[in-house]
């Protein structure tokens, strides 16, 4: 516990020196070397837990504020989350230190990088309620300002504020679950909050409720995900790894968390996050094949991702209803396996396209192509990237989710009536978003890096330098844990129980067949690594002893290609679209062409979120048009807003006189 204390002291003062730095320079060594060295101290302290039972708590005398009790504490759980986060931070770090050189708009709020990663750390640590609520909204309001770093544009403005407002509302309903727990059991600190589980079940379900949109609004769950594809693109690309690869991972953890108190969860709420895992991880996959800015296309993969986290957690609460061992312990193991892959995956991607942004100036596809031979440690990357996060083998991405499939194939062979049905829609929602994650992630490096460049572009210089560590380290994890599965297993293997034993469930008696299993999967991984080895090999030694040329075969009358012949992004999905059209509803501009000479034409396509259309943006209306009465109140007088402020606290006064807090 020491060593994660010795981390937020070098955290707080790193964001202190950089806020105080006198050249931007400055800013950028202090912020990126705080980093570093707190997630080498992280590190260090949290691996002796891993595998291991053990429980430290620390807790500072006293109260620095009614109520707030600085108490910190580190179990399987917590580690596991916290040794990602560690990892992923000193990734990021590692890029930022380059891509951050020379460029003063994004050293101005290099400052709340530090903070960003401290509340993050101080969140899992938590185990007082007002503690976690504090962090939980130094976290949204560091995020905030990093989002909107580039603030002169209209784009990242509204983007922060979409972020800002999202996110006051969930934690508005995480308010209103401490303070529920709190008012109940007479503390905010977690320890007392074990007895909860035998309340009645109204007030269990309304409490998970609130959990669940509380901390699933940060972890991307579908519907109410709709700020992650405007944050994500608009924030520096280390800002956008991290907030994909750790930040929406803490909505996960402060779920499980939640879960640990309530008890033996009813059925519905198993099918609850099923049923939303399996419609945000189709929605988020399908719309980021239409997607024409890289990062946007990105963050619905995030989305698509955390949907299929949240099916293994829904298997996960599935199996301990029915008091199934190998279902809640497969669906636990692979949801959270697949945290950490995605994590790895999509951080690798986000430096990659954000190398690409950065060095290039524009995010759009279209006007990309042909980078590969400019950028060819980049594209190797992203390469890696893209077949992690197809959830192809032999690389991360695929281990993770056959656990979730070996978990959904045994739901539905011993399940029966509605849970079958739950096991079998959220199997066929990860068959489904599998295959259009193929699609949306071949179109984004084919596009990018293959064929021809769409566009004058300046000579591009490729990754270097430490953000070159960064991007093969990442990629490296990933190649690894595909071929090397068995290396973490102990280490899962305690994480899992430990979620499993939140609802009294032990491990399956046999679950050492599960890892013979693992030792196929590794065999399989390392067949296809030396197959595709030895075809390489095998044309490379034909071609040498028959002496092969290199030449254009019948090109059918394309001998001279323009990059305006070639495929670009929106007409390789194209046929897709057409498909899901009625789904989509794209909203279309421009004119078809006529005639046998048609002059020059336009053509443009947009494709909106279905929850922010359908959703959203009537919702926000009705209330703009519910509250225009109220606006005769906003009269630019500081009396009148003092005597707001001053009836507010009459209220708030009586308000604990008669009901207390």
Known sequence: ?????????????????????????????????????????????????????????????????????????????????????????????????????????????????????????????????????????????????????DHESAVARRAGWLYFGIAHLATALLLVLFVTIGSAVGSLDFDQFRGIGDWNAGLRGTLFLCALIGFGTKAGLFPLHVWLPHAHPAAPSHISALMSAVMITLGMYGLLRVLSWLGLPPLWWGGLVIGLGSVGAVFGALYATMQRDCKALLAYSTVEHSGIIFIGIGLALLGATLHQPWICWLGGAGALWHIWNHALFKSLLFFAYGHVTHASGTRLLDRLGGLLRQLPITGAAAAIGTVAGSGLPPLNGFVSEWVLYLGLLRACQELHHVPLFLACGGMLALTLAGGLALVAFTKTFGTVFLGAPRTPLPALHDAGGTMRGALWTAATLCVGIGLFPLVLWPWLMRTTQAVCEIWGMAAPSDLATLHDDFRLLCAAAWGIVLLIAGLALLRHWLGRRTGARRALTWDCGFAAPTSRMQYSGASYVQPLGAVFRGLLRPQTHGSHLHGLFPTTAMFSERVDDIAERTLYAPLYWTVARGLRALRHLQRGQIRDYLAFIFATLVVLLLWEVWFGI
Do not use: K
Request: charge should be negative; proline fraction near 4%.
């Open 1 to 149: 516990m020491m060593a994660q204390l010795a981390a937020l002291v070098l955290l707080f003062t790193g964001a202190a020196l950089t806020a105080t730095a006198p050249t931007a320079e400055w800013r950028r060594r202090w912020s990126c070397g705080a980093v570093l060295l707190a997630a080498l101290c992280g590190v260090i302290g949290v691996v002796p837990l891993l595998g291991t039972a053990t429980v430290t708590t620390w807790t500072l005398a006293g109260e620095p504020l009614p109520g707030l009790h600085l108490a910190l504490g580190l179990d399987p759980l917590s580690a596991f989350f916290l040794l990602m986060l560690w990892v992923l931070a000193a990734l990021t770090a590692w890029f930022a230190f380059e891509y951050l050189r020379d460029d003063a708009t994004l050293l101005a709020t290099a400052a709340w990088f530090p903070l960003l990663i401290a509340s993050m750390a101080v969140v899992v640590l938590a185990r007082n309620g007002f503690l976690l609520l504090l962090a939980w909204e130094l976290m949204s309001l560091a995020s905030f300002f990093l989002v909107t770093t």
